[in-house]
């Protein structure tokens, strides 16, 4: 059948930092610097599988070059006019050209090579039509040159006297045949597989691995693009590798790496970057009327609960209209992608990966890949098989939002939900890590919570799994579900819920405690369950946690002040003292959060809290400094305590003067 040529452009070049010689370079240095760049080019390997022959005439012809500088250099005996200096430093940026082009074209996709082959050989044309205009006018006659050398010039203009570009018919062919295969999964025909085979085998794409580091080549190509149609056509590249990976080589191994998801805690991140509800890397920040930016599933969850306030500062939201932050979004996706960390929007009606509208093609052949790998899993299989399937499931999961929407459509979830109680710690790993993944989309939350069995795996993973790491992926299953309002009841009333989060709380490493926390955190935006997690023991879990994970505890701290957990907090004396120090060295959001829990302890927690807070050495100065130093609402808040602290002093709390307190030996001296 017929294709219609595709025009796709060339590559977005990395620059090269050699492109340029230092200015000042004397003649000899100059000639050296010559040699070596010659000499690194022709230790270049010729490209396989495509553009073997451009490479390896341009490499040839450097190999001469090489030779001639060192020639030069060996009988170099009168110093440089004006015009073989220029001629040289111009020999010298086209190499650093050759170089950049070959180490590109090596270390990119094969696949998006194949598909600009046209213009990348056409590219190689241009340096060596450069190479040849240089060595026609090299000034050959003012250097001197003995015989020798001068013959070595003469072939060199000769080998560089080519006229047109040359496209191997080989590389021509095997990219119609491509084509040919992308537009089959456009139409929704599975290819056939030893054309498949036929296909990868030409490209060198011949095992698992292989095909693995293609797609992150593409992935990273994606990047490279600067419009959406080109980063659309690198999509459809990578559906075509993972399906072509899974249905020729089956399912990979997985990496000997540590199989824990890049979370929040294993991050540094600038705290800009965090919403200040979910205490997550905002995907999709926006602004609300108070000025304050949140990531906008948070802060659409916040008004769809009935609060008109901003979470952060408490004003009253003079309209619910979100305007979209694109600055600091793509500020996010710089950085992410620095990282390597997965960086994508919340899902919308259109199909999009990472921002990019998804064609007809990528999404054939990502439903052919799931419909493949759910087959697979269905099949009687070892253990070490399953757990490679479900390994690929996982890594199409983390992808993008369509995957997870085809996964969950499948059928997959009660399929993983069998391998959550495996024996085998990896398998149980990769079930429950697929299953976090699935549950950011927000159809997969209502199956989650929905079919037989699949809750209950996750609760038993969180209270009994392998490894911390299965244990704190279960917790942040847990987490991500509450982000639906009618979650959080279901989840509240579940008392094996509650327990395994407060056995991880207390017992886990930092990681753990910390999924385990924002889990407890995603709970206590209900009233009853905020009772059920006083009753577990959480203020105890909050105040031994709070030196090692301050901003979670204290934010969690002020959820449950404001939730019902008011007495059981206020009654832990101990707390306001940990409190002081998260206001003193914290974080700027961890003393936001101290500052308005203890506000709210000091206002409706009676004299005794106030007594408590103001017995601690060193108190004024240290929330002084927070109403110079800190956000608008930290100082706001420090404001409050301010008067707070000259009330009592006053003996104006509650109306009365605690007993025991009627001085402050340690209060300072504070500006009217």
């Not at 390994?391 to 983390?398: D, F, I, Q, S």
């Not at 950011?440 to 993973?461: F, P």
């Not at 829990?597 to 007594?611: D, F, H, M, Y």
């Amino acid at each position: 059948m017929a294709v219609s040529p595709q025009v796709f452009p060339p590559r977005k070049r990395r620059p090269s930092a050699g492109s340029f010689i230092p200015p000042n370079l004397s003649d000899r240095k100059l000639l050296q610097s010559l040699l070596l760049i010659s000499r690194e080019v022709s230790s270049l390997p010729t490209l396989q599988p495509l553009l073997k022959r451009n490479s390896c005439s341009i490499i040839r012809k450097t190999k001469l070059l090489a030779i001639l500088f060192e020639e030069l250099l060996r009988n170099m005996t009168t110093r440089f006019t004006t015009s073989i200096r220029l001629c040289f430093e111009e020999l010298y940026i086209v190499l650093q050209r050759i170089k950049t082009l070959i180490e590109d074209c090596s270390n990119g996709s094969k696949m998006w090579l194949l598909m600009q082959i046209e213009s990348v050989s056409n590219t190689f044309h241009e340096v060596n039509v450069d190479l040849s205009t240089l060595l026609d006018i090299f000034p050959a006659k003012d250097m001197n040159l003995n015989e020798d050398v001068a013959e070595l010039v003469v072939l060199i203009r000769k080998q560089c006297s080519e006229t047109q570009t040359f496209v191997d018919p080989i590389d021509e062919n095997l990219r119609r045949e491509v084509l040919k295969m992308l537009d089959l999964i456009k139409r929704e025909i599975v290819p056939e597989h030893w054309k498949l085979s036929e296909i990868f085998d030409q490209l060198h794409l011949r095992d698992s691995t292989s095909c693995r580091d293609e797609i992150e080549r593409l992935e990273d190509e994606v990047q490279n693009q600067t419009d959406e149609k080109s980063k659309a056509d690198v999509i459809a590249l990578i559906g075509i590798v993972r399906y072509a990976k899974c249905v020729l080589y089956g399912a990979s191994t997985p990496r000997a790496t540590s199989q824990r998801r890049k979370s929040v805690g294993d991050v540094n991140f600038p705290a800009d970057f965090r919403c200040p509800i979910s205490l997550d890397l905002m995907r999709d920040p926006v602004v609300v009327s108070t000025g304050q930016t949140y990531d906008r599933a948070s802060i659409n969850l916040w008004i769809e609960s009935g609060h008109n306030t901003c979470p952060k500062t408490g004003q009253k939201l003079t309209h619910t209209d979100l305007i979209a932050n694109h600055a600091l979004k793509n500020l996010i996706a710089i950085w992410c992608r620095e990282q390597r960390i997965p960086f994508e929007t919340t899902a919308t009606n259109d199909r999009k990966t990472n921002g990019v509208l998804m064609n007809k093609t990528a999404l054939e052949a990502t439903k052919m890949t799931v419909s493949f790998l759910i087959n697979k899993l269905t099949v009687s299989q070892s253990t070490e098989t399953a757990n490679r399937v479900v390994h690929e499931l996982r890594a199409l999961a983390k992808s993008d939002s369509d995957s997870r929407g085809f996964i969950g459509e499948a059928g997959a979830l009660p399929l993983l939900a069998k391998f959550l109680g495996s024996d085998q710690p990896n398998l149980q790993l990769n079930a429950i890590t697929t299953i976090l993944n699935l549950s950011i989309l927000e159809a997969n939350k209502t199956k989650i919570m929905e079919i037989d069995g699949v809750l209950n795996g996750v609760t038993e993973v969180l209270r009994s799994g392998a490894t911390w790491d299965a244990k704190g992926n279960a917790a942040a299953t847990i987490f991500s579900l509450t982000s639906v309002h009618a979650n959080r009841k279901k989840l509240g009333r579940k008392t094996r819920v509650i327990k395994g989060l407060v056995d991880l709380a207390k017992e886990g490493p930092i990681g753990s405690k910390r999924d385990a926390l924002m889990a407890m955190l995603g709970l206590a935006g209900d009233r009853e369950t905020v009772a059920k997690l006083v009753e577990s023991g959480m203020v105890e879990i909050v105040s031994e946690v709070m030196d090692e994970i301050a901003e979670e505890a204290v934010t969690i701290l002020e959820l449950m002040v404001k939730r019902g957990g008011l007495v059981a907090v206020a009654a832990a004396y101990h707390l306001i003292k940990k409190l002081t120090l998260v206001l003193r060295d914290g974080t700027e959001r961890a003393q936001e959060s101290a500052a308005a829990t203890l506000v709210t302890i000091c206002r409706k927690g009676g004299s005794e809290a106030v007594a408590e807070l103001a017995s601690i050495s060193g108190i004024e100065r240290v929330v002084w400094e927070v109403t110079g130093t800190g956000t608008g609402r930290a100082r706001r808040k420090a404001a409050s305590l301010l008067r707070i602290l000259r009330r009592w002093a006053a003996g104006l709390v509650d109306g009365n003067v605690a007993h025991g307190y009627t001085t402050m030996s340690t209060r300072i001296v504070l500006p009217a």
